[in-house]
């Protein structure tokens, strides 16, 4: 599938070209190799590809359960703020698709009662140990 119709895809590629973005600016690393930035982008994509809405998802920053523990979710603020700004000369294509993904209602209640058996065992609320390989190396 490509990122024209594949929503999770398209979403987890947004996150991979901002925190890119905001690392060559302020660090002068790719994310590979720079830990805080890694962390981040790993942190992130965790969050996504746990999330119970999945394809019917809105922007994360409307969606009714909050996966991001408070650091990191002003470390991924951060990054959003400087990024979003670059996107449109660097990536237009997917900042349109953000723009169109944003204007997703929220999934609403009856998302929320249908899952609302696995919610808990998807999307606990903050993570605490690290998911990704490359989290656990370090």
Do not use: W
């Amino acid at each position: 599938m490509s990122i024209f119709n594949d929503r999770m895809r398209r979403e987890a590629k947004t996150i991979k070209v901002m925190v890119d973005i905001y690392c060559k600016h302020h660090h002068g690393l790719k994310v590979l190799d720079c830990n805080e930035c890694r962390d981040i982008q790993n942190y992130a994509l965790d969050r996504l590809y746990h999330c119970p809405f999945q394809e019917g998802k809105t922007s994360c920053k409307k969606c009714p359960i909050h996966c991001y523990k408070p650091d990191m979710k002003e470390h991924v603020r951060k990054v959003m703020r400087y990024s979003g700004p670059r996107m449109m000369l660097r990536h237009p294509v997917l900042t349109i698709f953000h723009f169109i993904d944003e204007r997703q209602e929220d999934p609403g209640p009856k998302v929320l009662e249908r899952r609302s058996d696995i919610l808990e065992e998807i999307c606990p609320g903050p993570v605490q140990e690290p998911t990704h390989e490359l989290e656990r190396k370090n």
